[in-house]
């Protein structure tokens, strides 16, 4: 059974920076060709897409994140990792730590991000 363990989240000032890591664990060694990612939900709206790496490369990220989130992954490690930098108080959330492999979708239990003004 896959498990995402998060790290990271925090209470950041407008402006400031933030890392998020995600290591997955119980993969054993054929965690291969997967996507892995982050996902957002704040107060009362839903859940969204920050930002995807597929174990080959290709990125994906939303629109209102874009110049600011970097997302990496070590492929050895099974981690993915997130900087934010030039936070926003509208960043403010609890973001998810997400994989996609052989069919199913994992998600980590959440890590909160908050950002004062």
């Known amino acids: 059974q896959v498990q995402l363990v998060e790290s990271g989240g925090g209470s950041v000032q407008a402006g400031g920076s933030l890392r998020l890591s995600c290591a997955a664990s119980?993969?054993?060694?054929?965690?291969?060709?997967?996507?892995m990612g982050w996902f957002r939900q704040a107060p009362g709206k839903q859940r969204e897409l920050v930002a995807t790496?597929?174990?080959?490369?290709?990125?994906n990220y939303a629109d209102s994140v874009k110049g600011r989130f970097t997302i990496s992954r070590d492929n050895a490690k099974n981690t993915v990792y997130l900087q934010m930098n030039s936070l926003k108080p509208e960043d403010t959330a609890v973001y998810y730590c997400?994989?996609?492999?052989?069919?199913?979708?994992?998600w980590g239990q959440g890590t909160q991000v908050t950002v004062s003004s």
């Open positions: 997400y994989a996609y492999w052989n069919l199913l979708t994992y």
């Open positions: 119980g993969t054993g060694t054929t965690f291969t060709s997967n996507t």
């Open positions: 790496k597929s174990s080959g490369g290709s990125t």
